[in-house]
């Protein structure tokens, strides 16, 4: 099983950012799939998680600015981040609970300029 996120990169304060995550190698649809974004020196964190069934649940610093989704019929999870700020310049990475185990992407920057 293989996710592969895209999207990341450099914006300025209060733009905006869509992430993508697929999953692949599976005949296994994804149960939960979600963001995690880790700043050096910091640890890993929440950003998003949502059920198949489209239950969202958010980390306090991004709720009413970030949105995740995804498409069940493609494996697919999304992140819609606006609002930016500095603080959320980090490396985001997917996750997705898939048979029973977890799987990470490889992860995908984001830069927030002032």
């Known amino acids: 099983v293989q996710l592969q996120a895209s999207g990341g990169g450099l914006v300025q304060v209060g733009g905006s950012l869509r992430l993508t995550c697929g999953s692949f190698?599976?005949?296994?649809?994804?149960?939960?799939m979600g963001w995690y974004r880790q700043a050096p020196g910091k640890q890993r964190e929440l950003v998003a998680r949502?059920?198949?069934?489209?239950?969202?649940n958010y980390g306090d610093s991004v709720k009413g600015r970030f949105t995740v989704s995804r498409d069940n019929a493609k494996n697919t999870v999304y992140l819609q981040m606006n609002t930016l700020k500095p603080e959320d310049t980090s490396v985001y990475y997917c996750?997705?609970?898939?048979?029973?185990?977890?799987?990470w992407g490889q992860g995908t920057q984001v830069t927030v300029s002032s």
């Open positions: 996750n997705a609970e898939i048979d029973y185990r977890s799987y």
């Open positions: 190698g599976t005949i296994f649809s994804p149960n939960d």
């Open positions: 949502i059920t198949h069934g489209g239950r969202t």
